[in-house]
């Protein structure tokens, strides 16, 4: 964000990068909605959205207890402790102990990988921002919940994920968007962001991808560049 946010990470745990900054990017909310991040760590995410989206409020979830102070301090830090919210919570309990009413919209990085026999054993500290325990679903069901009827569902994950995710939101959710995020534009997408509306029913639709890194030695693309320097968004057109 061109230093706009200050983001203070643990030193040993996992710690937000790319795709909390393309996640935040990718929120929309407008003025006087009320936004819920599930799993929001340190507050990466939670606290570039808030600088992109004056107006709107956000709830951070998060499980741990030390990643949650550390999202409390940082909204502190960045002047944003107004429009910040940090809960200790657990998205494999139901939405319904946080006691809060449902969201205008919900963003999450899910942990990546569901099934332990899938990726060598991460260390103890980022263990829960990499494994998902209960499953892929858990965190769908969760965010499901978490909205609104018509309320958006926001989320970035693996691309070779996307069936899944679709097939998890597609009970209740439908006017699913997807842009691919490739690594380079003759490599094939590694992430995908989807978003969703709960008991939307409009068609499916397929957006350009955002491609991160030309092939001529640049750190990123112009494109790329301006949304992490917080100078462009990634619209859902």
């Not at 790319?18 to 929120?27: F, G, H, R, V």
């Not at 099934?115 to 499953?135: C, N, V």
């Not at 994920?161 to 209740?172: F, G, N, S």
């Not at 968007?177 to 008991?199: N, S």
Request: hydrophobic share 45%; with cysteine.
């Amino acid at each position: 964000m061109g230093g706009r946010i200050v983001l203070r990470q643990a030193q040993d745990g996992y710690r937000a990068g790319m795709d909390a900054a393309l996640l935040a990017a990718a929120c929309d909310a407008g003025i006087g909605a009320r936004v819920l991040e599930a799993g929001c760590g340190a507050g990466g995410a939670l606290l570039t959205a808030a600088a992109r989206r004056p107006g709107v409020h956000f709830t951070g979830i998060e499980r741990d207890p030390a990643a949650a102070a550390l999202a409390s301090h940082n909204a502190q830090l960045n002047g944003l402790q107004d429009r910040i919210e940090i809960r200790q919570g657990d998205v494999r309990r139901s939405f319904r102990t946080l006691g809060l009413e449902p969201f205008d919209a919900a963003m999450s990085n899910p942990p990546f990988f569901d099934d332990p026999g899938a990726l060598r054993a991460p260390a103890a500290a980022k263990h829960g921002a990499w494994m998902a325990e209960g499953g892929l679903g858990v965190w769908t069901s969760f965010l499901l919940k978490a909205v609104r009827e018509g309320g958006s569902i926001t989320i970035i994950h693996r691309a070779d994920r996307l069936a899944d995710i679709l097939a998890l939101l597609a009970p209740k959710a439908g006017s699913f968007q997807i842009r691919p995020i490739q690594p380079h534009a003759d490599a094939p997408a590694k992430r995908v962001l989807v978003r969703a509306l709960k008991t939307g029913k409009a068609p499916l639709r397929l957006l350009p991808a955002l491609v991160l890194h030309p092939r001529d030695g640049a750190k990123h693309t112009p494109e790329a560049e301006a949304i992490f320097r917080g100078e462009a968004d990634l619209p859902w057109l």
